[in-house]
Structure formats: structure tokens, C-alpha cells
């Protein structure tokens, strides 16, 4: 397998001190011969690739991690610094990584229509360090959340509306379909209530477990 790298996020590591799991997800990547290199936007690593996956996979399953923490690997198509100066015939890397700034907690899954999401309430639970970003946000109004969705694996470019075949296809572009390129949703949500790191949203239309991206105001 050709030589990749992968950016490994831990709970992601917003205040200095390092979350539980780091020195143990720094010890298998190196016990897997990966080039490592740490900082405080995570870890690193560049290798062979299956070396890569099999060291994130250990690293999921077996680091000690806190209940509600998060963990994110984001796998690069090219060692760490390829094509990204700033010389003649220098081509970006192509890849953007993000951690997830929380969690949505609900009852929905993949057998529930968009209709009983729209209406039901989410909690989303941001990370504890992140919390004061929410002052000056008050219950009754709206803002737009940002979220990834991670359980969706392939994407086309001509989609049925809503998968509906008696509908023209139309472009990615034009609908709200979670199959895109980039696997981003966005949905204006009503504010319900405000406890602590917790906010309490309606009409959001992700599934249980989400990994939210961003809240701005609608």
C-alpha cells in the first residue's frame, strides 16, 4: 500500500494538558514504525498505509478514553508537507481536517423520517472547554448548526430529489441530499433551552451521535 499520513484527533486537545489515551495513541503509533509527531492539534503520522490503519484502529479500541470524549482520524492522501510549499508547480495537499466541537444526542437513526426529526428536539453537548461560546445565546432564538455526517460513504453527483425516481435528477448542488462531496449538513434549528455545555434545539435533522462541526447565528 502507498505512503499516506492521517491527522488523529483526541477529545480534541483545546486546553494544553494532554486528554486520557495520548501518550498510550503516541506509544502504538510508534510500536507500528509510523513517523510521529505531536502537538496540540493532535498527532501526526506518516507510513505505509496499512501501518496507518492498523495502528488508528488499535488506537480506537484500545486507549482509555473519558466518557462523552472524542476521537477523530482524518487519513491524508500524502505524507505530511507534499505539495503544499509555495514553488513553482506546488499544489495544496487537498484535504481540510476539523474537529468536532460536540455531539447530538437523540432518539432518531437511519429508520426515522425527516418529518419526525424536523419536529422532535436534539441536545447537542459541546465540548466543556467550548462552553463559553455560547453567552449571549438565548432560548427562543435560531441559530444554524453545522454537522458532519459520518455515516455516509459514497456520494453522486445526479441525485432523484429526496430519492424519489419519479423526480428528475439534479445536481448535489441544488439539494439538501447528505450524499456530497463533502459530507456536511446545515440546518437553522430553533434554541429550547441553554444548561451549561448542553443546548437544547428543534428541528435539527441529524441522527443520534452526530459529530457537530459548528453553530453560527442564522
Known amino acids: 500500500m502507498k505512503h499516506i499520513s492521517a491527522q488523529v484527533i483526541m477529545d480534541p486537545l483545546i486546553e494544553k494538558a494532554a486528554p486520557p489515551g495520548f501518550d498510550e495513541a503516541l506509544e502504538i503509533f510508534h510500536q507500528h514504525g509510523l513517523d510521529v509527531q505531536s502537538s496540540t492539534q493532535g498527532i501526526r503520522v506518516a507510513g505505509e498505509g496499512e501501518n496507518i490503519f492498523a495502528a488508528v484502529k488499535e488506537v480506537f479500541q484500545s486507549t482509555p478514553r473519558e466518557p462523552g470524549s472524542l476521537i477523530t482520524a482524518t487519513i491524508l492522501s500524502r505524507p505530511p508537507g507534499a505539495g503544499t510549499g509555495s514553488g513553482e508547480g506546488s499544489q495544496p495537499s487537498g484535504t481540510v481536517a476539523f474537529h468536532p466541537i460536540g455531539l447530538v444526542e437523540n432518539r432518531f437513526d437511519a429508520s426515522s ?106
Do not use: W
Open 113 to 218: 423520517s425527516r418529518e419526525e426529526m424536523r419536529s422532535g428536539e436534539s441536545r447537542i453537548t459541546l465540548h466543556p472547554a467550548l462552553t463559553g461560546g455560547l453567552e449571549g445565546l438565548s432560548t427562543g432564538e435560531q441559530v444554524l448548526v453545522l454537522f458532519y455526517f459520518d455515516r455516509i460513504e459514497s456520494f453522486d453527483l445526479h441525485q432523484h430529489p429526496r430519492g424519489d425516481r419519479d423526480r428528475k435528477k439534479r445536481g448535489v448542488f441544488t439539494l439538501r441530499s447528505p450524499r456530497r462531496p463533502n459530507p456536511i449538513g446545515a440546518t437553522v434549528v430553533d434554541v429550547v433551552s441553554i444548561t451549561d455545555n448542553v443546548l437544547t434545539v428543534r428541528g435539527l435533522d441529524a441522527f443520534d451521535g452526530t459529530p457537530v462541526l459548528d453553530i453560527k447565528p442564522a
